[in-house]
């Protein structure tokens, strides 16, 4: 089978941005002609002739282009020919519409543009199922009208795995480790429904045969292709799941390297591979007793909180901005106030929670029971609580805060009691702790738990394997009583 031309897939590409003109011309039809019913709005479909002359091209432009990007393959052939045909059928609809209306066949253009719009519903469906899953609409519907749309069970919020129940020991490292991990950021492109680069992860058949070779090297996770791509640096074109897409935290890649090493075993136990203790630590936590689960919360459009945040910033004399523009993300400085803001000024920025990233409390009167508000700001990166009134107790309500990488606590009152409530943080790197109550020999404690020691000499241990493979590069021409030597890296001439 040949390869389509790149011209074609060119324009193809084209298809995700056009295809949205159709949709909304024919739905803006739709909607003036109901409006057209009412008499206060006879005259709504005044324009409807020249909506009908920007739609027809639009629709034949879009799905001629769709065809041109499915000619790239790597999508569920069903679905695929089914999106495909639907599509043609908006096209044509559309334009025997457009026919019926220069006609003046009023009712049965309305009923032809109500069909277009049925045959455009189940269209973009099908469009949304090929990219992102046969299930996408369907999983967060209300449990009645998912079963109602054939949809299966809402899928759990991904997380640890540590609703399930069972010994660790007797665990099995492929479907109760791995599996889980590819399933959360892997299997919707290499999947069932779509295999990018004719890779699928969804099962260890495909991964063994791979789209351009073997996903991984049994025993040595150095070498396999999947660890390779997690970690390229993000801005790497290939760095996999690419930029923007959710990303495996550095405890789980470790996960998957663990299982390449132990020979990628198919049915094999955990306690079978005999891991090492700091493996056994994470495979505790994913697999251990039942416990809470952590929540995912997805931050509003920043468009939807901008009235919140203009009304509170004035109301509560703080600053409160978007880190980035175009991102929805906030910062929030309430340390400009000082002791005006406590904890219930805290508590009325819950509408901005799932939104902030950045929360600064410095000076504030915020105690332990504002900061069960701050608990309910699960994407926060970075919290100061310096001079703040917090104690070791209060500390124990931030468990929950999954991304949280900054902590301050200089100048309060907590002490060695505190760092135990601080574990549950995975992914806290920098805690100041100056001026407090916490003794050297806890920090310094704390500090090397937090150390992945083996993980550390295994990257040690890369890294002169690196060097002897830079000396082994090295070229020398002999000159008799002088020498010049050739590095990777450099030119030595003694003379």
Known sequence: MTSPPDLALFFGRFHPLLVHLPIGFLLLLAALELLGRWHRFRNATLANGCILAFTVPASILAATCGWMLSLGGNYDPQFLQWHKWTGVGTAVAATLAALLYAMGQSTFYRWVLALTVAVLTVASHLGGSLTHGKDYLTRYAPGPLRALLGGEDAPRTPGPAGSQTGAVAGRRAFADVVQPILAQYCVGCHGPEKQKAKLRLDTLEGMQAGGHGPAFLAGNSAKSTLIHRMTLPLADDNHMPPDGKPQPAAEEIKLLAWWIDAGAPADRKVGELNPPPDIRRLLDSRLGAPGPVAQVVAPKPLNDVLPQ????????????????QGEPWLQANASLPGPQFGDAELARLAPLAPNLRWLDLAGTS?????????????????????????????????????DLAYLNLYGTAVTDAALPHLRALPRLRQLYLWQTQVTPEAARAFAEERLDKAELQGWKAEIEQLQARIRGRQFTVEFGATNLTVSPTKVVDPL
């Open 309 to 324: 945040i203009d009304l509170l910033a004035d109301e509560l004399g703080i600053a409160i901005s978007a880190i980035a």
């Open 366 to 402: 915020v105690t332990d029971a504002g900061l069960s508000a701050v608990a309910s700001m699960r994407n926060l990166v970075r919290l100061h609580l310096e001079h703040t009134a917090v104690t070791d107790a209060g500390l124990a309500q931030l468990a929950g805060l999954d």
